[in-house]
């Protein structure tokens, strides 16, 4: 069973930073593309950012230059490292993936909350 769980979030002042980890199991985590997705209160699921193999990122043009994801392999844990935080980044974030060896099989985990407030 492909399990994600996210840890990391909370409450930070505008400027802030904070990391968000999230820890996969039950798949090849070195072969398979991580996805960073957020979800503002009234708001549709968006893509953050992504890592593909061979470390391959992608950012929205939101947080680029801001946010940064990576991987730990041997710890099967990808990151979001997220700088200079804004208001407009609460959110709930979730970690997403497309299991390949699994079909493309579509994992989210819980979802961690994000609030940047003074």
């Known amino acids: 069973q492909v399990q994600l769980v996210e840890s990391g979030g909370g409450l930070v002042q505008p400027g802030g930073s904070l990391r968000l980890s999230c820890v996969a199991s039950?798949?090849?985590?070195?072969?398979?593309?991580m996805n960073w997705y957020r979800q503002a209160p009234g708001k549709q699921r968006e893509l953050v950012a992504s890592?593909?193999?061979?470390?391959?990122?992608n950012y929205a043009d939101a947080v680029k230059g801001r946010f940064t994801i990576s991987r730990d392999v041997a710890k099967n844990t990808v990151y979001l490292e997220m700088n200079s935080l804004k208001p407009e980044d609460t959110a709930v974030y979730y970690c997403?993936?497309?299991?390949?060896?699994?079909?493309?099989?579509?994992?989210w985990g819980q979802g961690t909350q994000v609030t940047v407030s003074s």
């Open positions: 039950g798949m090849l985590f070195s072969i398979n593309t």
């Open positions: 997403m993936t497309s299991v390949a060896e699994k079909g493309n099989l579509e994992v």
């Open positions: 890592i593909a193999h061979r470390a391959v990122t």
